[in-house]
């Protein structure tokens, strides 16, 4: 078992080698494909807005047509690019490892739009405890709180990285821009986590820069990602869990 201690240690490590090769990625999680994430921003998008129109039972190119039409329009991309946006990522390879940024992919003018609603809740909170008196503090309490926690409404950014050792083994995903890591009796999950390339050429050109740094590593080609579940690194590890 390695310590945290020696994590850290390694970790620091990782941050202040000389970088081998870097590059970028603009791309969905790997949870699901930018084909599923439209048709899944369509469903739910378009949900209420049809359902307004049916029990409306609004005419053709009427008002309330084009307000559910509107209502559509804005619902599939808030969706789509606020709940489940694309991933920015900035990726660095030294010998230690791989050191990682990740943003989302949320247009700026999201967050200002976000900003501003916050100063109106603030000020329609201050009216109301001067209209409505004390008792307005029991409704309109909670909502400038939450107001003033949004008027700094700003893109997060979240770093990590993958420790690579001796022991690493690399998944190549074939006709895929993903590579997937994990080692052999390491109980930290300091080494294992998924990288993403923008090009199949990218990614042989990572292929060839950790095979020249870390000669010692397997690589091992997968048609699909849930196949590397059937090496031992991973047999390895449910063993440990049994015992």
């Not at 694309?86 to 990726?91: I, L, P, Q």
């Not at 109106?120 to 003033?148: D, K, N």
């Amino acid at each position: 078992m390695i310590s945290n201690e020696t994590i850290e240690r390694l970790e620091e490590q990782l941050y202040t080698d000389r970088v081998e090769y870097n590059w970028e990625q603009v791309g969905p999680d790997g949870n699901y494909s930018p084909t599923v994430r439209w048709a899944l921003s369509l469903m739910i998008g378009l949900f209420l807005p049809t359902f307004l129109m049916i029990v409306s039972d609004a005419s053709w190119w009427s008002i309330a047509f084009w307000f559910c039409f509107t209502l559509a329009v804005m619902g599939v991309l808030i969706t789509r690019y606020l709940f489940i946006p694309d991933k920015h990522r900035c990726y660095y390879l030294t010998s230690m490892g791989i050191h990682y940024t990740e943003k989302d992919m949320i247009p700026d003018v999201a967050y200002q739009v976000v900003r501003g609603l916050a100063w109106v809740g603030i000020v329609v909170c201050v009216i109301a405890v001067f209209v409505l008196g004390p008792l307005a503090f029991v409704g309109a309490g909670g909502f400038a709180l939450m107001s003033f926690g949004m008027t700094n409404f700003r893109p997060s950014i979240n770093r990590s990285y993958i420790l690579i050792s001796e022991r690493t083994v690399v998944f190549d995903l074939e006709n895929d821009c993903v590579l997937s890591f994990e080692a052999a009796e390491q109980d930290v999950h300091a080494y294992g986590g998924n990288v993403f390339t923008t090009t199949l050429d990218q990614k042989q050109e990572l292929l060839a820069t950790l095979r020249s740094l870390f000669p010692s590593i397997e690589f091992v080609k997968i048609k699909r990602l849930k196949d590397k579940y059937k090496h031992p690194v991973y047999q390895q590890e449910e063993e440990k869990a049994a015992e």
